[in-house]
């Protein structure tokens, strides 16, 4: 498999724990006032960054998780209950493993009311891979060989080798479309307001106010007019700091939070909004990095695996709104099938909390007293990660071994987390975290933080884990479906547990905090983006 392309994907780290934790930046409050109360057609959305811009190939921020999908469709979209649908593509085959073929609906047209084409689409997807563009989802079309128009209203991707997961690639980033013409006119400016943005999303960008708000106006010449959209305009408001967060939600000035830590949901007045807790695909871990000093030694994993009380910390960080840990990579929401309920509840795997074990464990492994230091690294604005790591400070001591906290700043952790030193190490021995699969399939898990391929500079492999049987069976997992493939995954999933190069602590839940008269169906991979043209009013 093709190694992924350098990257800059910091912030994807970042995304991944946004519907859990905060990054601290300035307090973007408008204090306005102006309410979807006022306007019933009209709702305010808090969001904890700004956008760099709003060009799909760039979104893979924080800020343009919400943003983007507003004004750009996709080929195909995700059902509630995570199936693919039509969208822009009205239909779609899977030739053979590494073909697919899209047939384009042919009535689509951008919000500058002009007609899109095959043309389009092969510019968009295009974009995505040139190197020129430095695409932030880039990595998302590894496998991808050609992308070609193959009928007025058809265009053919083919893979190098097959890849299970670049089905779902058509109804993400990866996949909105947008007006070829535009995006060239806009001479590298596209997607921010002096380039301006053409799409073919329900809504069209109205204002940007830089560091405040963005603001958008319902499409005029949106394609899908068969949809029920019930709010008009939408002001998104940049508001990061937990306090101001509450503070403007009360006030009326938020309709929907995106983001705001647990600690804080009790703030909200709960006679005006509902927390919609949503089961999502997201687990919270420590990664051990499998080539660093003390940690290359699996029983040092072990032994740090299981000194942890990882339930107490999960219910201090997320209030009861999560799933213990059985060991595993992933909950329920992504098991392949329903046989791995079962499976995961006698996976051996499952390091719990056991002081004596842990002791056990370290006995067993080169440094059998303890007595050693090893770095955490860990986002310093990030106050779920950081109850974390000191958890886990605390913890390691009750086995001899000192945890030194590497605290980092967001920007940091593209030098830090996603890039390697000049002899090939990241500069850790754990990093606290958490992941979110960015597709709704578990080799979301087992292949993007795990895979040898991604033991690279800007790829995703956190704990630098290498092994060839195991690589063998994902490769296996790409190739197979239904029961086999469910198979092949459990194979993979004890060769995890049995190396240990993660531990899972929990599987916690999203949430998001919205007015009581409004209603919107989530379905767990929400993190990576709201259609808020779904939005309803109560009846």
């Known amino acids: 498999m093709k190694k992924i392309m350098k990257k800059c994907l910091s912030m994807l780290c970042i995304a991944a724990l946004a519907v859990t934790s905060l990054c601290a930046c300035s307090d973007g409050s408008s204090g306005t006032g102006d309410t979807a109360a006022k306007s019933s057609d009209t709702l305010n959305v808090q969001i904890c960054a700004e956008p760099s811009s709003l060009d799909p190939a760039m979104n893979y921020e924080p800020g343009t998780f919400y943003v983007t999908p507003q004004v750009c469709d996709t080929l195909l979209n995700l059902s509630s209950d995570l199936k693919l649908e039509p969208n822009i593509a009205s239909s779609w085959e899977k030739k053979d493993n590494t073909t697919y073929v899209y047939q384009l609906r042919d009535d689509v047209t951008f919000s500058d009311g002009s007609q ?238 056991n002081v004596e074990q842990a002791k056990e464990y370290l006995s067993a492994s080169k440094y059998p007293d303890g007595g050693f230091e090893i770095t955490a690294l860990v986002a310093a604005n990030n106050g779920t990660e950081m109850k974390e790591a000191q958890l886990f400070q605390a913890a390691a001591k009750e086995i001899n071994v000192d945890v030194k906290l590497k605290t980092v700043s967001d920007a940091e952790l593209q030098t830090v987390a996603f890039s390697e030193k000049e002899n090939g190490l990241r500069d850790y021995n754990v990093y606290v975290s958490g992941w979110i699969s960015d597709y709704p399939d578990s080799m979301g898990y087992f292949e993007t933080l795990l895979a040898s391929w991604n033991n690279v500079s800007g790829a995703i492999n956190f704990s630098q884990y290498e092994n060839e049987e195991y690589d063998a069976l994902l490769k296996k997992a790409h190739e197979t479906d239904g029961e086999q493939r469910s198979e092949v995954l459990k194979e993979a999933a004890n060769i995890v547990g049995r190396d240990c190069p993660i531990q899972t602590l929990g599987y916690n839940s999203s949430y998001f905090v919205l007015r009581s008269d409004l209603d919107y169906t989530f379905n767990g991979m929400d993190v990576w983006g709201l259609y808020l043209k779904n939005i309803k009013r109560n009846k």
């Open 116 to 353: 899109m084409t095959a043309d389009d689409v092969v510019y968009c997807l295009q974009r995505i891979i040139d190197p020129d563009v430095g695409s932030m989802v880039s990595w998302m079309f590894n496998s991808v060989e050609s992308i070609e128009k193959t009928g007025d209203w058809e265009v053919t991707v083919k893979l190098s080798q097959p890849d299970s997961l670049f089905q779902y690639t058509m109804a993400l980033s990866p996949g909105m479309i947008y007006s070829k013409e535009a995006c060239e006119k806009a001479d590298g400016k596209f997607g921010t307001m002096e380039g301006g943005f053409v799409g073919s999303g329900p809504y069209v960008l109205d204002s940007w106010t830089s560091g405040t708000e963005i603001k958008m106006t319902s499409n005029d010449n949106y394609w899908n007019q068969k949809d029920d959209i019930q709010i008009k305009n939408i002001n998104f408001k940049i508001i990061s700091d937990d306090t101001a967060v509450v503070t403007a939600t009360n006030a009326g000035e938020i309709d929907l939070v995106t983001l705001l830590a647990g600690d804080y949901l009790d703030q909200i007045d709960s006679s005006k909004f509902n927390t919609k807790v949503v089961h999502s695909a997201e687990a919270r871990s420590l990664f051990f990095n499998c080539e660093q000093t003390y940690t290359n030694d699996v029983n040092v994993r072990k032994a740090l695996a299981s000194c942890y009380d990882r339930d107490a910390f999960m219910n201090s960080a997320y209030k009861g709104m999560y799933d213990p840990s059985t060991g595993l990579l992933f909950g329920e929401k992504l098991y392949p099938d329903d046989s791995w309920e079962e499976f995961a509840k006698q996976f051996q795997y499952n390091y719990q909390y």
